[in-house]
């Protein structure tokens, strides 16, 4: 019997490295649970390195042969051929795929060659933009497993919030017509039922990135790394990660109040408890806008004659390794929620900077709400009284993560399982 071709859509980065944890989990659940499936990820970057390490196959997603115009006009003509292109490919079959336009062709012959079409655990649909454009490339990806009668399951997953009409309307169509909906927080499961999708094709599926083993290659290269970023601490250490102006999803206004109360909290509490301030760089790219060592070094430049106590780490890692390091924490603050999500399945209290729904959603989910601060409400007063707290209560705290983070875990990993499951009876 064939090996069963799966299509996996929409993965943004591997310099993400919360997108990395989202992929690597999400290939080894679908190898778990299908019989040795060929497997092919659609990516909006897809000549990184990391890709070719992961066994697979790559092709461009939407986006990348979209948005590799920079002027509107050209990507919207790019997404008018994509759809002529698909509809055509539709139509006529196989044998005119050569006549297609080259940069759309290995992504529609992969559409077409797929059994089933699963879509990347992640955050990728909610209102973003001036008209709504990165919401429409993004579901273009599900569209053409729609197109071609792929059975489409969407693995764990935040959608929303969603403030046009016509998105709502669009998301309907989308993940109403799929075989299954997995979501990993209870905002987006009363979100997903008040658009109109069927009850009966969702269900709640915590993050995968919990269930992500911590590895580093050996226990020396774990030494090494941790006394070269200075980790055996005998006072405290609090791992941090910060986030750099992304204008198109944030107020950019808010900033410098976020940099400034940042800086201001830590400060204070390596003069008060003497710890050590570790920043980590969850996110290096692919943009700019993404990378969180800006963040960093504009934050550490603010807090002032403490730089012994500061280690910014520049090295990127891959997200095992990172969420082995994150172990070694006592404390964790959490601007980038997946950085948050390793420090949690770790046992390790953690207070999260929101700056979208998706991670207050999952803190209520999980009952953590109360160690949440909101981006848009975030002062230096409040920011310190709950680091405080957390430091304080941190052992108490840390033995409730230890109770509460294995079913957790287990539960992360069961979404490969739901999707063979059903595509097999189906």
Request: glycine letters at 8%; aromatic letters at 10%; one cysteine or more.
């Amino acid at each position: 019997m064939p090996a069963l071709n799966i299509l996996l859509v929409n993965f943004h980065s591997s310099q993400n490295a919360g997108d990395a944890a989202l992929l690597e989990t999400a290939l080894t659940q679908l190898r778990g649970s299908f019989d040795r499936p060929h497997l092919v990820v659609s990516a909006n970057y897809p000549a990184e390195g990391y890709l070719a390490t992961l066994d697979i196959e790559v092709v461009p997603s939407p986006a990348a042969v979209i948005h590799a115009h920079k002027w509107i006009g050209l990507q919207a003509l790019s997404f008018i051929i994509g759809m002529i292109s698909g509809l055509l490919l539709r139509v006529l079959g196989q044998n005119w795929l050569p006549i297609l336009p080259s940069k759309w062709r290995a992504l529609l012959r992969a559409y077409q060659q797929a059994d089933l079409v699963v879509g990347c655990p992640g955050n990728q649909y909610f209102s973003m933009g001036r008209y709504g454009w990165p919401l429409i490339v993004s579901g273009f990806g599900v569209f053409l497993a729609h197109l071609y009668s792929k059975p489409f399951y969407v693995m764990s997953q935040s959608i929303g919030p969603f403030s046009r009409r016509w998105e709502r309307t669009l998301m309907k169509w989308l993940y109403g017509r799929a075989r299954l909906i997995l979501l990993r927080e209870k905002g987006s499961l009363m979100l997903a039922e008040n658009l109109g999708v069927p009850s009966a094709i969702l269900r709640y599926i915590p993050d995968p990135a919990f269930g992500l083993p911590a590895s580093i290659q050996s226990n020396l290269s774990n030494k090494l790394i941790i006394g070269d970023l200075g980790l055996g601490h005998e006072i405290g250490a609090i791992g941090v990660t910060a986030i750099t102006r992304m204008v198109r999803s944030l107020d950019a206004e808010r900033f410098e109040p976020y940099y400034q109360s940042m800086a201001m909290a830590l400060r204070s509490m390596v003069e008060k408890y003497g710890v050590s301030i570790i920043f980590f760089p969850q996110v290096t790219g692919p943009t700019k806008n993404e990378d969180d060592r800006l963040a960093a070094q504009i934050i550490a430049g603010k807090m002032g004659e403490i730089r012994e106590k500061i280690v910014l780490v520049d090295q990127p890692y891959y997200p095992g390794t990172l969420k082995s390091l994150y172990s070694h924490m006592d404390l964790f603050l959490a601007s980038r929620l997946h950085s948050g999500i390793f420090a949690l399945s770790m046992n390790i209290p953690t207070l999260f900077i929101g700056y979208l729904t998706k991670t207050r959603h999952i803190l209520e989910t999980l009952e953590l709400q109360e160690w949440l601060v909101e981006l848009e409400n975030l002062d230096e007063p409040q920011l310190l009284r709950k680091l405080e707290k957390l430091w304080l209560q941190r052992f108490e705290i840390q033995a409730k993560l230890k109770l509460l983070m294995p079913k957790i875990i287990e539960e992360s990993r069961q979404s490969g399982h739901l999707i063979a499951q059903d595509y097999h009876n189906g």
